[in-house]
């Protein structure tokens, strides 16, 4: 039998903390439980999952539907979508078989589903180059831009099959997950058939699921990038890692872009501070975006999620970001120095910022 390898290249940076997070991994799990139930997609699907953020990374190689074990998804730093397509391409030249031998038939034409939300934090014009050069003739991609948030046009010198999902619709990520399922489902059944392989995409929910030319009254405005604020912190106490996100407080929906950087839209608000495993670092490119936050921009103080102490976005010297209890003497987690430290004055205080 020959296998139709499909590989997820899920976006986990920042801006999918929270929610996103857990709807992608939940989102992996039901594309399997819906492929199983499918005695030709059972025969032939081998599914793949590879997460990228400052870094790429495989969670599981191409594996049998019926050997797959959903993994649960970390988390990391950036969206180096250049490194991904590049870490993309060597998995399908060491995975995916091309060339039939007398023994065993090469596989059908591969297809990606690429997920991402944000602008790329590196230069992905050579690995666009390579990918137009050797990959793209003989492997299916589809780009889904979520939330109409990611950089439209490196998607589209990737693939013409460039699908935005509103993911501020009911049930959205479902809605995604069922048309990714039934799409590698209709591939399942016609790779018999057709010797293009050219992937036929299910039909997606009008409104949620649709092709970039049509998504155009969705789109919002404004720097995108711009939307949420991310810090990585360390508890004092522990000295674990969490990722602190701010969202910015309203989102400009004019194209006037003096009114969209007025001071009104520079506040950003609290929204979660989550535990993070190490591998985030792993996940994360070295570098910082080039501006900070200032910390009067920042509205609410989060709790640090592991121990609990009131104050989860000090600042020591060194920059790094941590919990404290109370004002006070206080060892900083990142550098190990000692310091004093108090409330931020009405200046406030610059925090470096990780990229979303
Ligand atoms: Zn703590
Ligand atoms: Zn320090």
Redesign the pocket.
Known sequence: MRRLPIFLLLDVSESMLGDGLHQLEKGVSDIVATLRRDPHALETVFLSVIVFAGRARTLVPLTELAAFYPPTLPLGGGTALGSALFYLMDEIDRQVITASTRESKGDWRPIVFLLTDGYPTDDPGPALDRWNRFYRRRVNLVAVSVGGRADHSALRQLTEKVIVFDDTAPDAFARVVDWISLSILNQSRRVGGDRRGDVSLAKGDPGVIMPLDLAAPMLRTGNLDEQYAVFVARCALLRQPYVVKFKRLQTPSTRDSAIAQSPIFQYYRLETAVQVEESYFELSDDTKIGRSVNSGELLGQPYCPYCISPYGMAV?????I?CVERDGEQT??????R?IYQAPGADGCDIGRERG
Request: net charge neutral; charged share 0%; glycine share 30%.
């Open positions: 020591c010297t060194c920059g790094g941590h900083c987690p990142w550098c190990g120095s310091g």
